[in-house]
């Protein structure tokens, strides 16, 4: 059972454009939720998280944003750069804090020059 | 400053051998955590541990794995008599004590069982 999707496994946008990285969860007790990113034979990199008493989070060219009634969570990039190529797992965790993420299986971003 | 350091970066095992692969938290950071990452799956939690303490581990499979974090030295993920199943990313991450303070992956452990 899936708490944490990412049903999009690859994401391709045009380098200076927006990319839009969509996140859903099915448990209602998850409270905190964060990006990560990946870059092949390295570990996940933190990016931006959010607590869930905010419905936007943003730090330079990354934006998070939080639909609660939803249960959907999006990573904007903008402008994107080819730099920002890597798998981005959203992870969400029940307990008030980071300690034990539940992760996506990651979506694949391509940023073409 | 040095990040979360794993080591081995990759461990070859026949069947039925052990595994032991190792973590050091970041300086400063008291808490160390173990995922696993199977093909196309995203990371799964295994265990979390604070020094000399396991604090959870719900995630870990009940037979052959076990981990520890000494007061001296680094944390160890021990698997025995190793399965082609084990085969696997490890990663270890390390966090300060504060509440939601953002967890900082190692470049993991690949896990290979012949």
């Known amino acids: 059972d899936q708490q944490v999707k990412q049903n999009s496994p690859s994401l391709s946008v045009q380098e200076g454009r927006i990319s839009i990285l969509n996140c859903d969860y099915t448990?209602?007790?998850?409270?905190?939720f964060l990006w990560y990113k990946k870059y092949p034979a390295e570990g996940p990199t933190f990016l931006i998280s959010?607590?869930?008493?905010?419905d936007k989070n943003e730090d330079g060219r990354f934006t998070v944003f939080l639909n609660k009634s939803a249960k959907h969570l999006s990573l904007h990039i903008v402008p994107s750069q080819p730099g920002d190529s890597a798998v981005y797992f959203c992870?969400?965790?029940?307990?008030?804090?980071?300690?034990?993420?539940?992760f996506g299986k990651g979506t694949k971003l391509t940023v073409n020059p | 400053n040095a990040g979360v350091m794993q080591n081995p970066r990759h461990l070859v095992r026949r069947r039925g051998q052990e595994a032991r692969l190792r973590c050091s938290p970041m300086?400063?950071?008291?808490?160390v955590y173990w995922y696993r990452q199977l093909p196309e799956e995203g990371l799964k939690f295994m265990v979390y541990?604070?020094?000399?303490?396991?604090?959870?581990e719900s995630g870990m499979p009940k037979e052959r794995f076990s981990a520890e974090f000494p007061k001296e030295g680094p944390s160890i993920l021990r698997i025995q008599q190793v399965v082609r199943g084990d085969s696997a990313a490890y990663f270890c991450?390390?966090?300060?004590?504060?509440?939601?303070?953002?967890?900082?992956f190692g470049n993991g452990t690949r896990l290979t069982v012949t």
């Open positions: 300086k400063g950071h008291s808490h």
């Open positions: 992870a969400a965790s029940a307990q008030g804090g980071s300690e034990k993420l539940v």
């Open positions: 448990n209602s007790m998850f409270d905190y």
């Open positions: 991450a390390s966090s300060r004590p504060d509440v939601n303070s953002p967890l900082h």
């Open positions: 959010i607590s869930s008493i905010k």
């Open positions: 541990l604070q020094k000399e303490n396991i604090i959870d």
